[in-house]
C-alpha cells in the first residue's frame, strides 16, 4: 500500500501515561500533516513538517509534540494525557509544504481512560 | 484569523433532488479552498479545489470572493453521495495553515 499509513489503529490507555503515534506517509510526499478530530471540535490542525523541518504550528498542545525522521515518516508524541484527549487523531501527507492536495491516513483512534 | 463555517451539521434530501452544501470562509488574503469528502468506512479524500474549476462525481464549487463563500452544489443527488463533506481553507503566500469547518453530513434517501 502506498498510501499514508497509521499505527496503532486503536490505543486504549490511562490518564497521565505517554503514547506515541506513527505515520508513513506517501511514497513520495515530503509533507506530513497532524490533525485531531474530536466530536465537539471537528478536524483541528496540530501541526506540519516538510522535509524534516517544522513548517507550519496549529492548535497543538505544550503536552504534545511531533517530528519527522529522515525516512519521512512522522511520529507523533502525547504525553500527560488526559481524558480530553481521546479523539481520532490524523496523518496527511502531501507532496510539497504548500497544502494543495492532502492525503488522508485511515486515523488513530486513542481512548484515554 | 482563518475560519471555516459550514452551517448545517445534517443535510438530508431524497435522490434526483438538487443539493447545496453550504461553506463561508474568514480569511485575510487570497485564500485556497477545498471540498474533501468522508465516505463511510473510507479515509477523508479531496473532492475538488478551487484552483481546478472542475466538476468531480457532478459536483461543483464556485468561489465568491465577495460572499466569501464556497458551496457545494450538485443539480442530482444520488444515494452513493451520501458522505460527510468538509470544507478546508489553506492560506497562501507563504502561509499554508490548513483551517477544517466542521463537516455536514449529507445523507441521499432514496
Known amino acids: 500500500d502506498s498510501g499514508v499509513t497509521q499505527t496503532p489503529k486503536h490505543l486504549i490507555t490511562a490518564t497521565g501515561q505517554r503514547v506515541t503515534l506513527r505515520c508513513s506517509p506517501r511514497?513520495?510526499?515530503?509533507?506530513v500533516y497532524w490533525y485531531q478530530q474530536s466530536l465537539d471540535q471537528g478536524l483541528q490542525f496540530l501541526i506540519q513538517?516538510?522535509?524534516?523541518?517544522?513548517?507550519a504550528k496549529g492548535n497543538i498542545l505544550e503536552r504534545f509534540s511531533a517530528q519527522q525522521f529522515p525516512d519521512l515518516h512522522s511520529e507523533l508524541n502525547l504525553s500527560s494525557l488526559e481524558l480530553g484527549d481521546s479523539a481520532l487523531y490524523f496523518c496527511?501527507?502531501?507532496?510539497?509544504?504548500?497544502?494543495?492536495?492532502?492525503?488522508f491516513g485511515p486515523g488513530t483512534r486513542l481512548t484515554v481512560l | 484569523a482563518q475560519r471555516v463555517t459550514q452551517p448545517e451539521k445534517l443535510l438530508s434530501v431524497f435522490k434526483g433532488a438538487p443539493v447545496e452544501l453550504k461553506c463561508n470562509y474568514s480569511?485575510?488574503?487570497?485564500?485556497?479552498l477545498f471540498w474533501y469528502v468522508q465516505y463511510s468506512r473510507q479515509r477523508l479524500q479531496l473532492l475538488l479545489r478551487?484552483?481546478s474549476r472542475e466538476s468531480i462525481k457532478g459536483f461543483t464549487a464556485d468561489l465568491n470572493k465577495g460572499e466569501t463563500s464556497f458551496h457545494l452544489k450538485k443539480p442530482f443527488a444520488q444515494e452513493e453521495d451520501s458522505a460527510m463533506y468538509y470544507c478546508?481553507?489553506?492560506?497562501?503566500?507563504?502561509?499554508?495553515?490548513?483551517?477544517f469547518g466542521r463537516g455536514t453530513s449529507l445523507i441521499v434517501h432514496p
Open positions: 478551487h484552483i
Open positions: 496527511a501527507s502531501s507532496a510539497s509544504g504548500g497544502a494543495l492536495e492532502q492525503f
Open positions: 513538517y516538510y522535509n524534516g523541518e517544522e513548517r
Open positions: 480569511y485575510s488574503g487570497s485564500p485556497e
Open positions: 478546508a481553507l489553506s492560506g497562501s503566500g507563504g502561509s499554508y495553515i490548513p483551517t
Open positions: 511514497s513520495g510526499d515530503l509533507s
